[in-house]
């Protein structure tokens, strides 16, 4: 199991599988990343890993249509593109 800490809601701390997506275990767990189509459509669910982001998955072409090269090098990722493979702490 992974620990996610999500900053932006008094720095809650949960637990998820390896491999698991970032927003759909911030819904599970009401870590409290915004969102609306939880697609890569919209861009809505940008966040920021604080802490982590080597434990985050490649970057996906839909990211790229929302996040510059200079986000994504600051750890900037989408939730609902991202898989996380260990812990991290993210903020939005």
């Known amino acids: 199991m992974i620990q996610i800490t999500f900053i ?8 998820a599988p390896e491999n698991s997506n ?14 609306k189509c ?9 966040c920021r890993i604080e802490q982590g982001l080597e434990h985050a ?8 249509k929302h996040l510059s ?3 994504l090098a600051q750890g900037y990722r989408m939730a609902c593109q991202t898989f ?7 903020s939005w």
């Open 38 to 46: 939880g697609g890569g459509i919209c861009g809505t669910c940008k």
């Open 8 to 15: 932006n809601n008094d720095r809650k701390v949960v637990s």
């Open 22 to 35: 970032l927003l759909r275990v911030s819904l599970r767990e009401q870590g409290g990343i915004p969102f």
């Open 84 to 90: 996380v493979r260990g812990d991290i702490a993210v």
């Open 69 to 71: 090269d200079e986000q």
């Open 57 to 64: 998955d490649e970057v996906k072409p839909k990211e790229r």
